[in-house]
């Protein structure tokens, strides 16, 4: 390969990760919601790049379970069926409960000081006016514990999971006065894990994370092929 057409790749290939980082942005903050269509052209003028880097950005964010590529029809944020929601929740219950285990036998103190800040910071807000600060920091707080943890195969199987749980986790947050319970469970993970109880950590995230299931399911339709917005 002559070099004006590597350096042409190396543009293409950056491009196109940065409108995946922008979109899979615009879908985890709630501004592209479930089922909405993706508008290529739209996407392409708002960043400025061809609507080629926005393709191969579709087709990343697809792989990823964040968006579904219909023929002749385009692009869609994903939309989470129940019976897969229900599936995946149970997966994420175990995913948690080992990294709460791995990391009980690990944490140092400066760790221990970090995930508290963490919880202290959301309880600012607890407001659901306040939601849209509160969801990216309570992810922020679950990966910097898959992070610590120390195994990359967990943190790859965690991070493909939470993509495709995006809106679920966030509707099950806003109901049933989630985000205050949702703090108090957070604050009884880090007790877990500042005690080195790898027992408790483990039950603890697995008690968190079955509990926000429950309230996700309080008010989402129960029919098995009904669909969570």
């Given at each position: 390969m002559d070099a004006p057409a590597a350096i042409a790749l190396v543009r293409k290939t950056s491009l196109s990760s940065l409108v995946e980082a922008e979109v899979m942005r615009l879908i985890l903050a709630g501004e592209l919601d479930s089922g909405q269509q993706i508008k290529e052209v739209a996407i392409a003028a708002r960043l400025g790049v061809g609507r080629s880097s926005v393709r191969e950005a579709l087709r990343a964010l697809e792989a990823v379970g964040l968006v579904r590529i219909e023929k002749n029809r385009g692009a869609f944020v994903r939309v989470v069926s129940e019976t897969e929601a229900r599936?995946?929740?149970?997966?994420?219950?175990?995913?948690?409960?080992?990294?709460?285990?791995?990391?009980a036998a690990r944490i140092t103190d400066d760790e221990v000081r970090e995930l508290r800040e963490y919880v202290d910071e959301?309880?600012?807000?607890?407001?659901?006016?306040?939601?849209?600060?509160?969801?990216?920091?309570?992810?922020?707080?679950?990966?910097?514990?898959?992070?610590?943890?120390?195994?990359?195969?967990?943190?790859?199987?965690?991070?493909?999971?939470?993509?495709?749980?995006?809106?679920?986790?966030?509707?099950?947050?806003?109901?049933?006065?989630?985000?205050?319970?949702?703090?108090?469970?957070?604050?009884?993970?880090?007790?877990?894990?500042?005690?080195?109880?790898?027992?408790?950590?483990?039950?603890?995230?697995?008690?968190?994370?079955?509990?926000?299931?429950?309230?996700?399911?309080?008010?989402?339709?129960?029919?098995?092929?009904?669909?969570?917005?």
């Amino acid at each position: 390969m002559d070099a004006p057409a590597a350096i042409a790749l190396v543009r293409k290939t950056s491009l196109s990760s940065l409108v995946e980082a922008e979109v899979m942005r615009l879908i985890l903050a709630g501004e592209l919601d479930s089922g909405q269509q993706i508008k290529e052209v739209a996407i392409a003028a708002r960043l400025g790049v061809g609507r080629s880097s926005v393709r191969e950005a579709l087709r990343a964010l697809e792989a990823v379970g964040l968006v579904r590529i219909e023929k002749n029809r385009g692009a869609f944020v994903r939309v989470v069926s129940e019976t897969e929601a229900r599936e995946m929740y149970v997966v994420r219950e175990q995913l948690e409960g080992l990294a709460g285990a791995l990391l009980a036998a690990r944490i140092t103190d400066d760790e221990v000081r970090e995930l508290r800040e963490y919880v202290d910071e959301l309880d600012y807000y607890l407001d659901p006016a306040e939601f849209q600060r509160y969801f990216p920091l309570n992810l922020k707080f679950h990966r910097r514990i898959f992070e610590m943890a120390g195994n990359g195969r967990l943190l790859d199987m965690y991070g493909r999971l939470t993509n495709e749980l995006h809106t679920v986790r966030r509707n099950g947050l806003l109901r049933g006065g989630g985000l205050a319970v949702s703090n108090i469970e957070h604050r009884n993970i880090v007790d877990a894990l500042a005690a080195r109880d790898a027992d408790g950590a483990s039950a603890a995230m697995r008690a968190h994370v079955s509990a926000g299931g429950q309230r996700r399911r309080a008010q989402a339709p129960g029919d098995s092929g009904s669909e969570v917005a």
